[in-house]
C-alpha cells in the first residue's frame, strides 16, 4: 500500500529563520508526483510545491525548496527567511504517474508556528 | 483562478438526517474529489469522479454517497448522519495530472 508520513505533528521557527519539514513515502512505484500544500487558518489549500520523481533536480519555488531522495523515500520541504504568513498546517502528498485522476495520498499534516 | 466553491462553510445537523453538501467549480474540470480532514489522519479519500455521471470509491465511502449530474458540479451525501461524521469535508477539483484546486472546506458538526 502506498502511504505518506509526516512524523513531526507541530514545529516552530523564529521569523526570518530556516526551518525543514520532514516527508516520507513508501510505494513501490518508480514514476510519481510528489507535492507540498499549505493550509492557513482561512482552510484553503494551497499548493506550494511540486515535485516529479523523474527529475533528479530539486524543485524550489522562491522561499521554498525540497530535498528529494528518491532511495530513501523521503521528500523534505526546507522553508528559508520563514516568515509571518508562513504559519499554517503543511502537507506532504503523493499521487503516481499512471493516475491521471490526480488522486492524491496525503499525509497526517505539520502544524507551522511562526514566532515574532 | 480556478474557483471551488463549497455552499456551506458551517453545518449542524442531527444524528439521521440526510445531509448534502455541494461542491462547484467554474473551469471545466474532468476530475472532482472529496477529502475528509480530521486530525492526526490528514485528508482522507471519500470518492472521486472523472466525469459526469462516473464516481469511484476512495479509501473511506462508507456511510457517504456522491452524485455528479453536471461537469461542474459534484455533491456528497450523507445517507443517515453519525456523529463520527463530524469532520471537515474539502472538495477539490482537477485536470488530468494536474495539481488540485481545493475549496474551502465545510466543518460539519453532527449531533
Known amino acids: 500500500a502506498q502511504t505518506v508520513t509526516q512524523s513531526q505533528p507541530e514545529m516552530s521557527v523564529q521569523e526570518a529563520e530556516t526551518v525543514t519539514l520532514s516527508c516520507t513515502y513508501d510505494?513501490?512505484?518508480?514514476?510519481?508526483?510528489l507535492f507540498w500544500y499549505k493550509q492557513p487558518p482561512s482552510r484553503q489549500m494551497i499548493l506550494v510545491i511540486r515535485q516529479e520523481a523523474y527529475k533528479q533536480q530539486n524543485a524550489t519555488e522562491n522561499r521554498f525548496s525540497v530535498n528529494f531522495q528518491k532511495a530513501a523515500k523521503s521528500f523534505s520541504l526546507k522553508i528559508s527567511d520563514s516568515q509571518l504568513g508562513d504559519a499554517a498546517m503543511y502537507f506532504c502528498?503523493?499521487?503516481?504517474?499512471?493516475?491521471?485522476?490526480?488522486?492524491?495520498?496525503f499525509g497526517q499534516g505539520t502544524t507551522l508556528q511562526v514566532k515574532p | 483562478d480556478v474557483k471551488v466553491t463549497q455552499s456551506s462553510r458551517y453545518l449542524v445537523k442531527r444524528t439521521g438526517e440526510k445531509v448534502f453538501l455541494e461542491c462547484v467549480q467554474d473551469m471545466d474540470h474532468e476530475n472532482m474529489f472529496w477529502y475528509r480532514q480530521d486530525p492526526g489522519l490528514g485528508l482522507r479519500l471519500i470518492y472521486f469522479s472523472y466525469d459526469v455521471k462516473m464516481k469511484e470509491k476512495g479509501d473511506i465511502p462508507e456511510g457517504y454517497s456522491v452524485s455528479r449530474e453536471k461537469k461542474e458540479r459534484f455533491s456528497l451525501i450523507l445517507e443517515s448522519a453519525s456523529t463520527n461524521q463530524t469532520s471537515m469535508y474539502l472538495c477539490?477539483?482537477?485536470?488530468?495530472?494536474?495539481?488540485?484546486?481545493f475549496g474551502n472546506g465545510t466543518r460539519l458538526t453532527v449531533t
Open positions: 510505494t513501490s512505484e518508480s514514476d510519481y508526483y
Open positions: 477539490a477539483s482537477s485536470l488530468a495530472n494536474s495539481p488540485l484546486h
Open positions: 502528498a503523493y499521487t503516481p504517474l499512471w493516475s491521471n485522476t490526480g488522486k492524491l495520498i
